[in-house]
């Protein structure tokens, strides 16, 4: 089994910084198979990036997936009050077929 | 509007069962893999259970294997998962989410929709 392991646990940043969230996996990880996802508190996960580096629908341009093999990175460009959240990567695998990283929390410094 | 409604929730006692119950609508439901994602309070997510669109392929979390069942209805639109033996620390918001599988020049695997969650509480 494939473990995702995010770092740091916490970043706490102030809006119009820089933020880069990572993912770091204990082997290699197809690209195509990396998604992030925000949470925000009482609200389901939203897709943000798929195949380490593709914007869903709707997602705002400050939002960047990159990375290969055991490493991944979002960043966010300039934070916006909305992007303060919990931050997961997760992975495609065959068994089982998807696992999460233990997530990044954003938070307003 | 896509949208996955999940329900059946609720307060059980340790031992007990559950049937939780995940409504699709404004999508071709039986085109799409879908999956059951849980989330213990204050903790990150965990993948419970996957069914292809077909019913023909089916898995679990090492976690819940043995005990919960995931099925679904293609008639009615609708994704199950019953629990039994349930513990506290199935203790969960539990999430619907479907599948995308994006073929280009490579496939491309996310859950692009999910439900808001309906709360298990296990305790006695």
């Known amino acids: ?109 | 509007e896509v949208q996955l409604v999940e329900s059946g929730g609720g307060l059980v006692q340790p031992g007990g069962s559950l049937r939780l119950s995940c409504a699709a609508s404004g999508f071709t439901f039986s085109s799409y893999s879908m999956n059951w994602v849980r989330q213990a309070p204050g903790k990150g997510l965990e993948w419970v259970s996957y069914i292809s669109s077909s019913r023909s392929t089916i898995y679990y979390a090492d976690s819940v294997k043995g005990r919960f069942t995931i099925s679904r209805d293609n008639a009615k639109n609708s994704l199950y998962l019953q629990m039994n033996s349930l513990r506290a620390e199935d203790t969960s918001v539990y999430y619907c989410a479907r599948e995308r599988v994006m073929v280009t020049t490579q496939y491309y695997y996310y859950m692009d929709v999910w439900g808001k969650g309906t709360t298990v509480t296990v305790s006695s």
């Open chain 1, 1 to 109: 089994e494939i473990v995702l392991t995010q770092s740091p646990g916490t970043l706490s940043l102030s809006p119009g910084e820089r933020a880069t969230l990572s993912c770091r996996a204990s082997q290699s990880v197809s690209s195509s198979y990396l998604a992030w996802y925000q949470q925000k508190p009482g609200q389901a996960p939203r897709l943000l990036i798929y195949g380490a580096s593709s914007r869903a629908t709707g997602i705002p341009d400050r939002f960047s997936g990159s990375g290969s093999g055991t490493d991944f990175t979002l960043t966010i460009s300039r934070l916006e009050p909305e992007d303060f959240a919990v931050y997961y990567c997760q992975q495609y695998g065959y068994s089982p077929p998807y696992t999460f990283g233990q997530g990044t929390k954003l938070e307003i410094k």
